[in-house]
T-cell receptor
Framework: ELKVEQNPLFLSMQEGKNYTIYCNYSTTSDRLYWYRQDPGKSLESLFVLLSNGAVKQEGRLMASLDTKARLSTLHITAAVHDLSATYFCAVVHSGGGADGLTFGKGTHLIIQP | DSGVTQTPKHLITATGQRVTLRCSPRSGDLSVYWYQQSLDQGLQFLIQYYNGEERAKGNILERFSAQQFPDLHSELNLSSLELGDSALYFC??????????????FGSGTRLTVV
């Protein structure tokens, strides 16, 4: 059974600081996703990581993937209040054409002025 | 607007009742996925359809069922509802299967409250 673990689950930080969210998964996967969710809203796709060593950046967010370690990171640089949200990583189990996402529990991020 | 349309947005019903949630995928997408988000269980994959056929089942209860119609819209049927079924139900769609499905678009969800 594919398991996805995120940590921390809750993070309160100050504007201007840097921090990293970690996502570990238990079995081989060919795709890893990062999503953002604002309270009561839908899931917004941030990054899709398809291969070992993949690194993607968008603004103050950067995601990376190490398939050998089964680890992805979401790094936040010089945080601003607008980045306050819940961030989920999700993994697709490889093979078979059945590709529902298995999500981590999410990291609830609060960025304080 | 993501292009994935879910109706209704909110639904309040009593225990023991049956409800149907509807999803219209983004134009051109053949795969539809249903997810449940609750405080207890987090985000859970329920079921996947591709071009009208069931492709995968996740943690879907036997009281729940789904189908995808020829026009590709999908319905999720929840019966004998219990208080614990109260959750946000998301539909997502993608173009195909496997690596062709690498982009998933989520709808805005249906918030179900069972009283």
């Amino acid at each position: 059974e594919l398991k996805v673990e995120q940590n921390p689950l809750f993070l309160s930080m100050q504007e201007g600081k840097n921090y990293t969210i970690y996502c570990n998964y238990s079995t081989t996967s060919d795709r890893l996703y990062w999503y953002r969710q604002d309270p009561g809203k839908s899931l917004e796709s941030l990054f899709v990581l398809l291969s070992n060593g993949a690194v993607k950046q968008e603004g103050r967010l950067m995601a990376s993937l190490d398939t050998k370690a089964r680890l992805s990171t979401l790094h936040i640089t010089a945080a601003v209040h607008d980045l306050s949200a819940t961030y989920f990583c999700a993994v697709v189990h490889s093979g078979g054409g059945a590709d529902g996402l298995t999500f981590g529990k999410g990291t609830h991020l609060i960025i304080q002025p | 607007d993501s292009g994935v349309t879910q109706t209704p947005k909110h639904l309040i019903t009593a225990t023991g009742q049956r409800v149907t949630l509807r999803c219209s995928p983004r134009s051109g997408d053949l795969s539809v996925y249903w997810y449940q988000q609750s405080l207890d269980q987090g985000l859970q994959f329920l079921i996947q359809y591709y071009n009208g056929e069931e492709r995968a089942k996740g943690n879907i209860l036997e009281r729940f069922s789904a189908q995808q119609f020829p026009d590709l819209h999908s319905e999720l049927n929840l019966s004998s509802l219990e208080l614990g079924d109260s959750a946000l139900y998301f539909c997502a769609s993608s173009v195909g299967l496997g690596l062709l499905a690498y982009g998933y678009t989520f709808g805005s969800g249906t918030r179900l409250t069972v009283v």
